[in-house]
């Protein structure tokens, strides 16, 4: 069974930076190396929404809302996933979740996410 466990979250003023990490367990190294993992957030009263997601080191893709403050990484050897936020704004508001495909080797493109954590919030002051 995959588990994912998100920590780092916090508060922080606008202009600041924060990293969240999600640790992962249940896959092989071989099989955690090839899997699309993915960052999501949800704001109150609005849907979810990807905001970065990777496979292999040079896959990395990011919304337009994030792209260029924002890297996606995975540490195989460790197992965890991290997104590193910077510049962030107000509007970066919300819980963040790490959600994990099912099926190691799929391209993030067409997979599907089939584990997610359990959200950790984080809160940008102006």
């Known amino acids: 069974q995959v588990h994912l466990v998100e920590s780092g979250g916090g508060s922080v003023q606008a202009g600041g930076s924060l990293r969240v990490s999600c640790a992962v367990s249940?896959?092989?190294?071989?099989?955690?190396?090839?899997?699309?993992m993915g960052w999501f957030r949800q704001a109150p009263g609005k849907e979810r929404e990807r905001v970065a997601d990777?496979?292999?080191?040079?896959?990395?893709r990011y919304a337009d809302s994030v792209k260029g403050r924002f890297t996606i990484s995975k540490d195989n050897m460790k197992s965890i996933l991290y997104l590193q936020m910077n510049s962030l704004k107000p509007e970066d508001t919300a819980m963040y979740y790490c959600?994990?495909?099912?099926?190691?080797?799929?391209?993030?493109?067409?997979?599907?996410?089939?584990?997610w954590g359990q959200g950790i919030q984080v809160t940008v002051s102006s």
């Open positions: 990777i496979r292999m080191v040079y896959s990395a």
């Open positions: 959600a994990a495909d099912g099926n190691p080797g799929t391209d993030c493109r067409r997979g599907s996410y089939d584990y």
């Open positions: 249940g896959y092989s190294y071989r099989e955690f190396r090839n899997v699309c």
